[in-house]
């Protein structure tokens, strides 16, 4: 069951997405980083003004972005993103069903230095996980060499989903019904502009000194990997290694009902508000739903509930200051 999620507009997002059974659905190989690219890209862009993307980095079983949710839809946004990406990677290897996790972490971040962390952390995840020692040895689909405000041209592939003629179009049936005319096209653009936004922090710096500050705390972490790695005895697995493995294999088994944090910030102050604000969340939150499920449709949830308002009609009190 999905937790009840807090959804603010103008809100810093930490999200983590995994492949279903934490299997290497994202194993980096020409196709699927291809794949990939137009997937989140063609979202973005249909989102542009509504999500602003200032990191993201696909690992082989998960990835990592960091927005700031301009329009309070960071569910739909998600949604629609996974679901387009699941197509398409079932598309490229024969596959059939659930390819990524339904649920998905968000940590709701406060404070530009707890940003600027969750930023370097994404970036810095194949050296962290010992794959490669240089962050810019993992070649996918990363922000890392790019610039604030910079376009780039993300073309639509030319294979999977957008492969050519269905498989119906042959048929006696899809042509009487004048169906098979369709088989083949794409709604879908075939090419999209892509832009990395810079975050609302630390406005005394300009676009290039943030960048340039954000990889130099890249650097130190790389560093500080290496360091890890030549006290335990550890190698990396290397970029190409990490292209070879198996769609369906899955790392070791992970510790169960670990820590699932929902909010992060760069003071024990500011942690401890998060705190409060998420307790009396919750508290609001499950009084209104037992009174909604007990039959008063017209109980209000507390602002930012996101489901119930969605999905059931519920009511919502409105956001202070509007």
Request: net charge positive; hydrophobic share 35%.
């Amino acid at each position: 069951m999905t937790p009840p999620r807090q959804i603010h507009p103008g809100q810093f997002c930490f999200v983590t997405v995994r492949a279903v059974n934490r299997c290497y659905r994202f194993a980096p190989t020409p196709k699927v980083l291809e794949v990939i690219w137009y997937c989140f890209a063609r979202t973005l862009e249909k989102y542009r003004g509504r999500i602003a993307a200032h990191e993201f980095l696909w690992m082989s079983n998960h990835y990592h972005l960091v927005l700031t949710d301009l329009d309070a839809c960071l569910p739909r946004f998600m949604e629609e993103l996974n679901s387009l990406l699941a197509r398409a990677l079932n598309a490229v290897h024969g596959t059939f069903g659930t390819a990524i996790e339904k649920g998905y972490s968000l940590v709701a971040v406060t404070g530009d230095n707890k940003l600027l962390e969750h930023c370097v952390y994404t970036l810095a995840n194949p050296c962290s996980a010992h794959l490669v020692k240089r962050s810019h040895h993992w070649k996918s689909v990363s922000s890392r060499s790019l610039d604030y405000e910079t376009k780039i041209e993300v073309k639509r592939p030319g294979f999977g989903l957008w492969g050519g003629s269905c498989q119906h179009v042959g048929r006696a049936a899809s042509q009487a019904s004048k169906r098979a005319r369709h088989g083949g096209r794409s709604k879908l653009p075939k090419s999209v502009e892509f832009v990395l936004t810079r975050p609302a922090i630390m406005p005394e710096l300009s676009d290039s000194e943030l960048r340039r500050y954000i990889r130099e705390l890249l650097h130190e972490r790389e560093l500080a990997a290496a360091r890890g790695r030549k006290q335990q005895g550890l190698k990396v697995m290397g970029w190409v290694a990490a292209r070879r493995v198996d769609i369906r294999s899955c790392p070791r088994a992970e510790e169960r009902f670990g820590t699932n944090p929902s909010y992060s910030a760069d003071t024990k102050a500011g942690r401890i508000s998060a705190w409060k604000r998420r307790r009396d969340f919750l508290k609001r939150y499950y009084f209104a739903l037992s009174r909604f499920l007990g039959g008063d449709w017209k109980v209000e949830f507390p602002p930012g509930t996101w489901l119930m308002r969605v999905r059931y009609g519920a009511r919502c009190c409105p956001l202070p200051g509007t």
